[in-house]
């Protein structure tokens, strides 16, 4: 089980624990089918982090990311999360501009997430296994997945720009501000969003705070007390942001457990 980590949803973890690290040196695909793992949270949230994006996930959505792609996995609001080794058909695996696919978790994947994750005598046999790991692949490639997460760019003046947003805690970052910060004019830094990351600042900034305000959510604040804090003036337009972004409600999203979000 994971080491319980409070809502900071930016501080790196702790030295030797917190964090589960996932890499390989051989991230070639075989037979059509790509290395990659799958991430469930057990409660709480999910937070990501790679070199390509940033994902705060609640328990209703899954996250699998390719072993090409260095990343570390850790729970929040004392989530525990439950991960499996899954190789997914190289055409279904996509380009999430945060990395990744993000994927509504099934009643069945839900289950066999959980079935797969279990240590000791629970776990099942190697015939078993295989079954249900290859039930667990098609699951999860014919899922509802949703194109959620806060891109990261390569370049330095937009990363300067992107890491200062991060750390906005009020949740309603300036694009002229972070122009200043990036030391680039506002056009150029709109321009940069589009080239680099393929959305508009207005769209990155709207995956930030859903990203904020499940961090918030799994730390204990209440859905009024996280619209302000992540820039809305009510529930109301919290809600709103939201459904654009999933197609469900604040409330539904972050009460459902994985199996109930459909």
Do not use: K
């Not at 501009?97 to 994947?109: D, K, M, S």
Request: glycine letters at 12%; one cysteine or more; hydrophobic letters at 45%.
């Amino acid at each position: 089980m994971l080491v319980p980590r409070s809502a900071d949803w930016l501080a790196p973890p702790p030295p030797g624990g917190g964090a589960a690290r996932a890499e390989t040196a051989r991230p070639e695909a075989r037979d059509g089918l790509v290395p990659g793992t799958l991430w469930l949270a057990d409660g709480g949230a999910l937070r990501c982090r790679s070199p390509h994006g940033l994902h705060v996930l609640p328990p209703a959505l899954g996250l699998w990311m390719p072993h090409a792609v260095t990343h570390e996995a850790e729970g929040l609001g004392g989530a525990r999360l439950r991960r499996i080794e899954l190789p997914l058909a190289r055409d279904v695996v996509g380009s999430n501009p945060a990395g990744g696919r993000v994927a509504i978790a099934t009643p069945l994947l839900a289950a066999l997430a959980g079935t797969l994750d279990r240590a000791g005598g629970d776990r099942p046999d190697a015939g078993r296994r295989r079954l249900a790991l290859a039930l667990a692949r098609h699951e999860l490639q014919g899922a509802e997945t949703l194109a959620i997460g806060v891109a990261l760019p390569r370049s330095a003046p937009l990363r300067r720009a992107c890491e200062a947003a991060l750390r906005d805690e009020s949740g309603d970052c300036d694009l002229r501000a972070l122009a200043g910060t990036a030391g680039t004019s506002v056009r150029t830094l709109a321009r940069a969003f589009r080239r680099e990351l393929d959305l508009p600042f207005s769209h990155w900034r709207l995956q930030l705070r859903l990203a904020r305000l499940v961090a918030l959510w799994a730390g204990g604040r209440t859905l009024g007390a996280s619209a302000a804090a992540v820039g809305y003036s009510s529930p109301s337009a919290l809600s709103c942001m939201v459904r654009r972004l999933v197609g469900m409600t604040p409330s539904r999203l972050l009460s459902c457990r994985a199996g109930d979000a459909r």
